[in-house]
């Protein structure tokens, strides 16, 4: 009896941030989904630490090229070992395999996948980024590390394979998973202030603003997504830099999808001005300023925050389908985008599959974005008595 | 009846409203782009080997008109496509554009059309099951399907097709039509020929239009389930698919009558890169063609333009269709009845 009432009373007596936070960690989809959504966050801010090899062209094998993944293993013919072993690969050409270049496996000779080694050097905390102007322009050199979690001794190791020019794809998923990441927070951060702004004046003042506003929000609602970023990110130059394009992307990609955030935050705005606290603000003689940032905007942070989330996935959908066309990040800039054009040609789906291996990253990142969103939008329901 | 006639005027209004400011939207695009129409037709003919100079440039732009003010090029350009049905030539092509998109832009707009429909009978049924099961397995199964649809990327799902396709038949399934019934006009044949083929797009436009057709089903079945009309309706002893289909289910319709316009919309969208894996020789296709290749600024906005004035036109449809069939609307809209 004592410990329901204890119960009772904590749940009267939380915050609506509490109540949210109990309600999510109790949906257990959205828990699992949201496990391996951090996890692969994680693993894409270390991604530099993690890869064996450079994911730029600087870091390709030529020894290995359209190679297979190579899976360390534990045993073979010869026995076990503790260490985690692969076998040694020679390159063969000869009359019995029509003069094309095929991998023999040795398995007598063991290369050991040993960790923390040293490899290729990066950098921590570096940013260079340089636009268009010289205000723009910032350089910041951080620090040079170059220990890797795991290597061999001699020749490569590529557990997800190599492409055509011998790049490790498992390196370069890995960045890739950071710069469609990079794209998407930049992307939804764009649209997250337009929406505030033009949602949040026409919903505070109402009136013929609101309807100017409206009726340009709905006509880029009408016009279909992916056909208007075409449009636009035709306009970027071939001989744009990487970079410029990347910011480029994605501030296309944020510029195309407020209208539907501008909506939810003015329709919100529109029903809580009325509410009597609202009022009661007025009457104290508060400002405009005041009653926004001290009343309304708290009001619907967490709605805000659920629908920043949802739309996320359609971000990276969004990057995804114009890189895949050549409109988006190309090459040398790795995004997943850029990794599935790789992937369409028949000729790799029947002879290179692992070049999929990138897509399922991206089809499991989606997944995970989708239910953790869906989950936090079951618990920031406040009518939702569960 | 009179006010029903001012409400349709209104919306009909809006919709052109609309329309035009689609239109000032997609023209100022067109503008924005470095070079003009003039200087990219004489630099195509440079490169065949004629020599051009800097009064050829002048006088071509005089010829197309490209020497007038912006405002006076817009309005003659909506003009010519409200009053005459003209989209112009085409930059690159040198062809007349209504020429080009005649047959093409159907073709699409039938694909998406198709699959809207095909979504809708799958997610409206399913959706209701999935809002109303006991059975919490068969409710989460649906629903990673569904999620599934969002998440897989259309040419991904349309490439493994293709690749089983070749690999157990031996036929690509690429292209709308089969290499004899091309050029063809139509007949019954050809018809078939069509739909033999055409299934492939239009299934893989449809699972991902299902899925977001599904969701919104499902979640408008679930609120509309927990209020309290249908527990008093549920009291009275109604039960079953009786109680669902008179009512929950007949409230969340009009939501999503109203998101159909939407759903075309997003089709529309995922409609160019699948033309692109498939080879469809439709307007999404062009599309691609004249945005990432070529820079044919007028090809491109014309296609634009129509894929717009189609979504509106629906938009404007459904308003009419919602404020018939739901008497709240129709409340709204007639005053009082």
Known sequence: ?????????????????????????????????????????????????????????????????????????????????????????????????????????????????????????????????????????????????????????????????????????????????????????????????????????????????????????????????????????????????????????????????????????????????????????KLCGASSTHIIVRHLLPSFTSYIIVDLVISFPYMLLSETALSFIGLGLREPVNSLGVLLQNATKADVLLNYQWYFIPVFFLVVLILTFVYVGDGLRDAADPHKVK | MINFIQFTLTRAGLAIITLLLVCFIVFSLMELVPGTCAERYLAFKNTQGSQITYEDIEKEKIRLGLDKPFLYRYGKWVSNIVFNGDFGDSCILRMNINELLSGRFMLSLTICLVALIFSYLIAIPVGIISATTKYASLDNTLKFISYLGIALPNFLVALCIMLFMTVYYGDTMTGLFSQEYENEPWSTSKLFDFLSRAWLPIFVLGWNATAFALQTVRALMLDENDKLYVMAARARGISGMSLLWRYPAKHSLGPVINSIGFDLNRIFSALPIVALILILTEAGALLIEALARSNDQQLAGAIIFLLTATIVFVNFITDIILAIIDPRIRKGVMGGG
Not at chain 1, 30 to 54: Q, V
Request: aromatic share 16%.
């Open chain 1, 1 to 281: 009896m004592e410990v329901s009432n204890q119960k009772k009373e904590a749940y009267y007596t939380a915050t609506q941030m509490q109540l949210v936070r109990t309600r999510f960690f109790g949906n257990r989809s959205a828990m699992i989904a949201g496990s391996i959504l951090l996890f692969m966050i994680i693993c894409s801010l270390f991604a530099d630490f993690l890869s064996p090899y450079d994911p730029t062209i600087k870091g390709r094998d030529k020894d290995y090229e359209n190679g297979a993944p190579q899976i360390p293993m534990f045993w073979d013919e010869n026995g076990f070992s503790a260490r985690p072993f692969l076998h040694t690969l020679e390159k063969y050409r000869g009359a019995d395999t029509n003069f094309r270049w095929v991998y023999k496996v040795d398995t007598e000779k063991r290369r050991y996948v040993y960790f923390f080694v040293e490899g290729w050097e990066y950098k921590v905390f570096d940013f260079n980024i340089n636009l268009p102007g010289k205000v723009l322009d910032f350089k910041i050199s951080g620090f040079t590390f170059n220990t890797h979690l795991f290597g061999v001794e001699e020749g490569g190791i590529h557990i997800f394979g190599t492409d055509k020019a011998g790049k490790d794809l498992f390196s370069r998923t890995l960045s890739a998973i950071y710069i469609s990441l990079a794209v998407g927070t930049l992307g939804v951060f764009i649209s997250f202030v337009l929406s505030l702004i033009i949602g949040g004046i026409s919903g505070y003042y109402g009136g013929w603003i609101d309807s100017v506003l409206q009726m340009f929000t709905d006509a880029i609602r009408t016009v279909p997504p992916i056909p208007l970023f075409m449009c636009l990110a035709a306009f970027a130059p071939l001989e744009w830099s990487s970079e410029l394009r990347f910011f480029f992307i994605s501030c296309l990609l944020g510029l195309i999808s407020w209208p539907t955030l501008a909506r939810r935050v003015r329709t919100h705005l529109l029903s809580e001005r009325s509410q009597e606290y609202i009022l009661a603000a």
